[in-house]
């Protein structure tokens, strides 16, 4: 069972930046895909970025294009997020997620997904 903490999350001014960080525990960190998806108030909940376990690959939701990078450091059990420019509709909670270990593809919906963190607020104020 793998468990993940996400941090970093806040308040802050349009064009501002932050950083997530995700801490995982309970598996091997370096088999998983991890992902990235937010919530913003009233819609659904949707994918934002993902890196592969295999080779770093990476993938990202048109609207965060050249704004957000994920990373991760496998000696640290933890990926992030950093986001620059930020805009208001940046505005959600931000869930990392892990695939369920040594996925082909690099998933970009909910059910790629097996394990999520409880999320962390990111509020971007105009």
């Known amino acids: 069972q793998v468990q993940l903490v996400e941090s970093g999350g806040g308040l802050v001014q349009a064009g501002g930046s932050l950083r997530l960080s995700c801490a995982a525990s309970?598996?091997?960190?370096?088999?998983?895909?991890m992902g990235w998806f937010r919530q913003a108030p009233g819609k659904e909940r949707e994918f934002v970025t993902a890196?592969?376990?295999?080779?770093?690959?990476?993938f990202y939701v048109d609207s965060v294009k050249g704004r957000f990078t994920i990373s991760r450091d496998n000696a640290k059990n933890t990926v992030y997020l950093q986001m620059n420019s930020l805009k208001p509709e940046d505005t959600a909670v931000y869930y990392c997620?892990?695939?369920?270990?040594?996925?082909?593809?690099?998933?970009?919906?909910?059910?790629?997904?097996?394990?999520w963190g409880q999320g962390t607020q990111v509020t971007v104020s105009s």
């Open positions: 997620a892990a695939d369920s270990g040594r996925m082909i593809a690099l998933g970009i919906f909910e059910y790629d997904y097996a394990y």
């Open positions: 309970g598996g091997t960190f370096s088999s998983y895909s």
């Open positions: 890196i592969s376990w295999s080779d770093d690959s990476t």
